[in-house]
């Protein structure tokens, strides 16, 4: 089975994140993926790990039914899939993600004296968003 975790990880906003200050992505009719990602993570800070907000996406735009998640998850697992690199939270609305030992993940935006001590954490893993746009 395929993972999406990191552990003792922090993920820093993309170099080309057009944003000075993080933003709270829109709320719209039917909620984004990026919408989705945010609420779990911003109201519920390291109780999920990445395959989990990455499967709730997913479940949610899918529509899965509660009873046919557990084989659902196995199921979307069993390929690769996009980690929260590649995530609008860090490419465009400037929120950097710690993933802690256990794995499980909070958002912390990148004008805060907590992104700067992550980011300054010999401790951890560094990896920066995935950038939007391919270098000229």
């Not at 519920?44 to 990445?50: D, K, W």
């Not at 998640?69 to 860090?90: Q, T, V």
């Not at 993600?97 to 990148?110: F, L, R, S």
């Not at 907590?114 to 954490?121: H, L």
Request: aromatic share 10%; glycine share 4%.
């Amino acid at each position: 089975m395929h993972t999406t975790n990191y552990y003792n990880t922090f993920i820093e906003v993309a170099e080309d994140c057009p944003v000075e200050e993080s933003e709270i992505p829109p709320l719209r009719k039917k909620k984004s993926a990026v919408r989705i990602q945010y609420e779990l993570i911003s109201e519920h800070p390291y109780r999920f790990t990445s395959d989990d907000v990455i499967f709730v996406v997913h479940a949610e735009k899918n529509d899965i039914p509660e009873e046919q998640r557990p084989n659902a998850r196995e199921k979307f697992f069993s390929n690769g899939r996009a980690c929260l690199r590649s995530s609008s939270l860090g490419k465009r609305y400037g929120w950097g993600t710690h993933h802690d030992a256990d794995g499980t993940v909070a958002i912390y935006p990148m004008e805060s004296a907590e992104y700067a001590e992550f980011a300054n954490d010999e401790g951890l893993d560094h990896i920066k968003a995935m950038r939007s746009s391919r270098k000229d």
